[in-house]
């Protein structure tokens, strides 16, 4: 098992309301990132106007399209098998046409259409504006390509369809790209500088989010607290900012505090930190508004000072502890999850027991946890050897997941007894008699569904927990209603 917790969303097709004046049928697949379902949305609603409807079926689609990862090998290759069924399916429906879009076409660019001949289109994650213009290319019989990356781009004028959506809670992206530079990291170069969107367009589109019934959003960005609005332009020409830009720069803290306080009912979560930009500001911004949610996503990749310089994460460990150490002091309830890799080049038993004892430390509730996949491009594969043996790098992550489970179970035995406001998502997977929600905390809790509703908060007393599921039965509703 590569991952503690699975992403069962992984390949969803899209669906939304039908617009009858369309005629052609869309099938768009994602895979990878948050990110990479949010411009999926943004993607519909452009060919939305260009008169398609989607499909769940892609037998029926005249496009197929696929939004591609890159960030493990392993991505790569589930779509490219996923490409060999697509090809199978054109050869029933020749007139289907296939577009690859996202990070995987941005890395791979032109070559695609010679490497994978069913290909009629490849879009990078910054030229999707220019979709309509590429669909007629292919219409015409021609191929297209796009993968051009912007300064500027944040399709904050694209009102995003919600695709697939239980009406409750919503992606709202606010930065793109990431100007880090982890060594092992193939982002920076698949969707460019970090650029962040104008906060009155997020606040535009939150409050159109709540008067259409939704009650959680989650605030999207490879780095959301790197977010720094100046009046648009890439996070690294800021120094170039003129006096009043840089006096009127809006934070990720202040954002945080306009959205929180735009809509006191609304549920706010983030996604994802990073330890070198998660700022003080930000936890007591937290602190003081109910309505941001008490969890923070903050991976930390090693507990090794070496690798982590290896890495080129800025911070030490030292460091990440005072982090921490600043998040339980300033919020005690909250949530802390992580992203961990295991045999990054050079690591040694001593790195990696590192790694073990800072879990140890930090007893995090739960965590996505891989094994060190080479990508093209990236520095680490440019100067280093790949020099930790495979079977290593499954051993190390297997005793990184066995902690981390753990860990999970000691986090959700502390919500026994308690009484936690759940928001209702939908029916639990297991029981059609029970519904499934998640507290401030993130954890999923289920419990009989009595005459409670979808979207609806309700207080749950927890009676019982596994290593990643709370228990319990609801009491009344919770005062946010
Ligand atoms: N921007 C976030 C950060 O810097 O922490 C998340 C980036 S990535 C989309 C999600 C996770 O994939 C990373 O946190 C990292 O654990 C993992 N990852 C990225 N590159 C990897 C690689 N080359 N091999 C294995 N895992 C990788």
Known sequence: MEKIIDENQQGNSLVLEQNKNNNRK??????????????????????????????QSMEDADLVLVNTCSIRDKAEQTIRKRLEKFNAVKRINPKMKVGVLGCM???LKDKFLEEEKIVDMVV????????????QEIDEGREAVNVLLSKE????????????????????SITRGCDNMCTFCVVPFTRGRERSRDPQSILGEVNDLWSRGFKEIILLGQNVDSYLWYGGGLKKDFDKAT?????????????????????????I???????????????HTMAAHKNICNHIHLPVQSGSDSILKAMNRLHTRAEYFELIDNIRKILPQCAISQDMITGFPTETEEDHQQTLSLMEYVKYDFGFMFAYSERPGTLAERKMEDDVPEEVKKRRLTEIINLQRKHSHYRTQQHLGKTEEVLIEGSSKKSDEHWMGRNSQNTVVVFPKEHY????????????????TLIGEAIGYSDNN
């Not at 990110?35 to 008169?51: P, R, T, W």
């Not at 944040?154 to 697939?164: E, S």
């Not at 509703?453 to 990643?468: H, M, P």
């Open 153 to 172: 781009e944040t399709y904050g004028d694209i009102a995003p369809v919600r695709l697939n959506s239980n009406g409750v809670s919503a992606f709202v």
């Open 243 to 267: 006096d009043i830009q840089k006096a009127t720069a809006v934070s990720f803290a202040n954002l945080l505090e306009l959205v929180a306080e735009a809509q006191p009912k609304l549920r």
């Open 269 to 283: 979560r983030f996604s994802t930190s990073n330890p070198q930009d998660l700022t003080v500001d930000v936890i």
């Open 105 to 107: 076409a941005e890395r």
């Open 26 to 55: 869309l099938y768009i697949e994602s895979y990878g990132c948050q990110m990479n379902f949010a411009d999926s949305e943004i993607v519909a609603s452009i060919l939305a106007k260009e008169g398609f409807n989607t499909t």
């Open 453 to 468: 509703q979808v979207g609806e908060f309700v207080n749950v007393k927890i009676l019982d927990c596994t290593t990643a």
């Open 124 to 135: 990078g994650p910054d030229a999707y504006k220019d979709l309509p213009n590429l669909v």
